[in-house]
């Protein structure tokens, strides 16, 4: 559904982007991770042929969207700066934006997404007053207003409270599972992106450094982590201590009352019975796998 080939792009003497590819396909929720100043919403500026690529090309259903207007009609997109008319109300936003696609039925539609995303339709609140969180909520039932089969979200959850966040995951598990809308999504919320996405790319500095689906990247770079847990802090920096001694060549990291050994070769009945040795009372050991989050400042650092 989503094609990028061979895709950079330069402004001024700095490369942006610097061949980038990757392939999304229908229905699935594509995770487009990457630290701050990547290239993330440029990519997804040139995928609706807002900005043109100095090389290369995205495609949306194996076309440029920014010269085939009639696709580009089945595209929506979330942004930062939403473009919600401030001087509207929840519905007039709705109602306006949906005239722009010559949406059916527009008053039934808009008050059907209201309701989808929780904004009460009667309110004639002007969307200026909104709170972050329900301005995110109108802009995404504003993305979907023409009913698109491809969406571009970018970090629609950033600076919603937990339940909101909660709420827009659900939405947009919803829109991927139950309408088959293909789904960009750009998010520095890992463990959001690690419940919903489907597949991940990762870029950095422009490039793309991994992508291939969630269940392989765990398979791939998943360090076993030993986790141990000890009756208090002083207990957990003495353990650290003890095993060090006793040259443990894993790394060791420190964890509040828990230490977590680094490393899935290691033999953990050994090392409960060194710490039992010394006296000290293990509460609990068990097995850890990497989050996502675990594995993203793993690949970046690298
Ligand atoms: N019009 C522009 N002129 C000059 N530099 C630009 C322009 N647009 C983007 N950049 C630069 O391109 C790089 C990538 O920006 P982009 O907004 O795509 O990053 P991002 O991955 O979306 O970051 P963030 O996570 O902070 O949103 C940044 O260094 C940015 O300063
Ligand atoms: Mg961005």
Same mark, same amino acid.
């Given at each position: 559904?989503?094609?990028?080939?061979?895709?950079?792009?330069?402004?001024?003497?700095?490369?942006?982007?610097?061949?980038?590819?990757?392939?999304?396909?229908?229905?699935?929720?594509?995770?487009? %991770?990457?630290?701050?100043?990547?290239?993330?919403? +440029?990519?997804?500026?040139?995928?609706?042929?807002?900005?043109?690529?100095?090389?290369?090309? !995205?495609?949306?259903?194996?076309?440029?969207?920014?010269?085939?207007? /009639?696709?580009? *009609?089945?595209?929506?997109?979330?942004?930062?700066?939403?473009?919600?008319?401030?001087?509207?109300?929840?519905?007039?936003?709705? #109602? &306006?934006?949906?005239?722009? &696609?010559?949406?059916?039925?527009?008053?039934?539609?808009?008050?059907?997404?209201?309701?989808?995303?929780?904004?009460? &339709?009667?309110?004639?609140?002007? +969307?200026?007053?909104?709170?972050?969180?329900?301005?995110?909520? %109108?802009?995404?039932?504003?993305?979907?207003?023409?009913?698109?089969?491809?969406?571009?979200?970018?970090?629609?959850?950033?600076?919603?409270?937990?339940?909101?966040?909660?709420?827009?995951?659900?939405? !947009? %598990?919803?829109?991927?599972?139950?309408?088959?809308? +293909?789904?960009?999504?750009? @998010? /520095?919320?890992?463990?959001?992106? *690690?419940?919903?996405?489907? /597949?991940?790319?990762?870029?950095?500095?422009?490039?793309? #450094?991994?992508?291939?689906?969630?269940?392989?990247? *765990?398979?791939? &770079?998943?360090?076993?982590?030993?986790?141990?847990?000890?009756?208090?802090?002083?207990?957990?920096?003495?353990?650290? /201590?003890?095993?060090?001694?006793?040259?443990?060549?894993?790394?060791?990291?420190?964890?509040?009352? @828990? #230490?977590?050994?680094?490393?899935?070769?290691?033999?953990?009945?050994?090392?409960?019975?060194?710490?039992?040795?010394?006296?000290?009372?293990?509460?609990?050991? @068990?097995?850890?796998? @990497?989050? %996502?989050?675990? !594995?993203?400042?793993?690949?970046?650092?690298?």
């Amino acid at each position: 559904m989503i094609e990028a080939i061979e895709c950079s792009k330069a402004i001024g003497n700095k490369n942006i982007l610097n061949n980038i590819n990757f392939k999304v396909d229908k229905g699935n929720i594509f995770g487009y %991770l990457g630290p701050n100043g990547a290239g993330k919403t +440029t990519t997804i500026r040139i995928a609706m042929g807002l900005i043109k690529p100095s090389n290369g090309k !995205i495609y949306v259903f194996g076309k440029d969207i920014g010269i085939n207007n /009639h696709l580009r *009609q089945k595209v929506g997109i979330l942004t930062e700066n939403s473009g919600l008319y401030s001087n509207l109300s929840a519905p007039e936003n709705l #109602i &306006y934006f949906g005239s722009l &696609y010559s949406v059916k039925n527009i008053k039934d539609r808009a008050k059907k997404l209201l309701d989808f995303v929780g904004i009460n &339709y009667s309110g004639n609140q002007k +969307t200026g007053t909104f709170s972050t969180g329900m301005k995110r909520k %109108l802009s995404l039932a504003k993305s979907i207003i023409n009913d698109p089969e491809v969406l571009f979200l970018d970090e629609p959850t950033a600076g919603l409270d937990p339940e909101a966040q909660k709420m827009v995951r659900e939405l !947009i %598990l919803d829109l991927a599972k139950n309408k088959e809308i +293909t789904v960009f999504l750009t @998010s /520095h919320n890992l463990d959001e992106v *690690q419940k919903i996405c489907d /597949h991940i790319c990762i870029i950095n500095n422009g490039q793309v #450094i991994v992508d291939d689906r969630l269940e392989n990247l *765990q398979k791939k &770079y998943s360090r076993s982590v030993f986790n141990i847990k000890l009756g208090s802090k002083d207990m957990a920096v003495k353990s650290s /201590h003890i095993l060090k001694e006793k040259n443990i060549l894993s790394e060791i990291e420190i964890a509040g009352d @828990s #230490i977590n050994i680094l490393d899935g070769q290691i033999e953990s009945g050994e090392i409960i019975k060194m710490l039992v040795e010394n006296n000290i009372e293990v509460k609990e050991a @068990s097995r850890l796998k @990497s989050s %996502l989050e675990d !594995i993203y400042l793993d690949l970046v650092k690298r």
